[in-house]
């Protein structure tokens, strides 16, 4: 019965916690609640992996309300797990569950003791939506679950005590609302025109339909409203001050989740519903996600070296890295696409330590603009070794995570004969070297100002998180079997389903 069941569990398991979250009074049974459930949805994400790789695509229908021969399209939700979602799954549970140790800490030094147990709500809330975002096969259902979590990070982002994080929680919800705006009216068009809900009966039926002006404009606005929850440029300004405002956890937790669950869905749709012809071809997608990568990648480049706070430096950066997956999507070939997968998933590890050890530094020393890092790496080693660990694999040397994706976006590049795209995104990592050792210098190079109080290391259950997060980067850029041999295979699946 459970296991039959586990295409669901892993969704259902934290939203129920949320509820209980939602009940208790004291911060540290919600984080008890939250922990466990966390790790029981990344067991099963662990577990619905190996499924697939011994019987291919999952499906689930909710209810039992399936696909009966008499009906010409499927009545019920359906849950569809196969080689891309699987690994994103793993990835974003894991994430949700490795952070869990840093936010105890964390977040009961950033909140009011009150606050706390709304936060693990808010938190599995998140969580529970990006997880069915990912699971489910149902275009509506795909849009209730972006509202379940975009809801409930607007109000988490809200809960810092800096008053600026609330006008960027404000800001995030009118860029946020309008994306999913689009993303619904788009989705109207198509059960207008088609009748079902269901991504793969859309699949098969939309050809009939696809030059239709309705079809073109549901494709213009799904598009758009996802590039607005993405964060491409020059939808980006959102981002940028939620990052840098929010609570430490929470800006780690978004940096590695949020965006990149968006940039599924969007590889989704376009692959798997509209088909490469359509979206390439018939409509200018690659000219315009190469263009609007190519000015990402260097505004946030450019923009993250003059960033005097710490944060909002890593979230200019996280444009421009967001650019070169926009970049390899815009390449339109299988090598494009499995370079866009495996930087999704390196992107989302490194950054999330990155912003991991910047929240344990704000912890012990008050703030995060460059100067408050001066000498640091004295009284803080094992915070700032991970951090430069963090830094190597965001700029791609080797022997880390970054390496791997960035090597791979080039070998898509040099495929295509794109020669000066390849001096770009060299030149955009001799960037990201500038605006890492900016830290680096300050907290190795510089002493502490005289007056300062004397600081240590950050507790251990924060060390425990950034350490899972450390290992997990020098881990896939030594062993790839699993981040890069995943995206080539969901990759070539995706590339060859998607030529109609």
Known sequence: ????????????????????????????????????????????????????????????YMGNWGRPESYDYTVGIEYNIDRLNSLILLL????????????????????????VPLFYTLYLLCFSGLLGIISTNDIFNIYVFIEISSLSTYTMIALGRDKRA?????????MGTIGATFILIGVGLLYMMIGTLNLSDMAENIKSVENTRPIEAAFAFITLGLAMKIALFPLHIWLTNAYAYAPS????????????????????????????EFAFEHMPLAVILVTLSIMGIIVGSVSAIYQ????????????????????????????????????????????????????????RVGGVRIEYFAGVAKSMPLTMFAFVIGGL??????????????WYLIYALIEKGWWPLIILLLISSA??????????????????PKNAKKIKEAPVLMLVSIYILAFSNIYFGINTDLTLGLSIEAANQLFYAGVK
């Not at 370079?339 to 490194?350: F, K, P, R």
Request: hydrophobic share 55%; glycine share 6%; with cysteine.
């Open 249 to 276: 956890a929470v800006s780690a937790f978004l940096s590695s989740t949020a965006t990149k669950v968006m940039i599924y869905v969007f590889i989704r749709i376009i692959y798997s519903l509209f088909g490469l």
């Open 431 to 448: 960037l990201a070297i500038i605006y890492i050792w900016r830290v680096v210098e300050a907290a190795y190079f510089q002493s502490r």
């Open 308 to 363: 005097p706070n710490i944060k909002r430096m890593l979230a200019f950066s996280s444009v421009a890295q967001l650019g070169y997956i926009a970049l390899a999507l815009g390449l339109y070939t299988e090598t494009g696409l499995a370079a866009a997968i495996v930087h999704l998933v390196n992107h989302s590890l490194a950054k999330g330590l990155l912003f991991l050890c910047v929240g344990a530094v704000y912890m």
């Open 92 to 115: 974003i549970s894991f994430v949700g569950f490795a952070m869990l140790p840093y936010a105890r800490r964390s977040i009961r030094n950033e909140l009011d003791s009150k606050k």
């Open 1 to 60: 019965m459970i296991v039959q069941n586990l295409p669901v569990l892993h969704v259902v398991i934290p939203m129920v916690a949320a509820a209980l979250c939602a009940l208790v009074r004291k911060g540290n049974y919600a984080w008890l609640i939250s922990i466990t459930a966390t790790f029981f949805s990344f067991l099963i994400c662990i577990a619905l992996l190996l499924k697939t790789f011994d019987n291919g695509a999952i499906s689930y």
């Open 393 to 406: 694999s965001l700029i791609g040397v080797p022997l880390t995570a970054g390496f791997i994706s960035k």
């Open 166 to 174: 609330m006008t960027s929680s404000f800001e995030y919800l009118i």
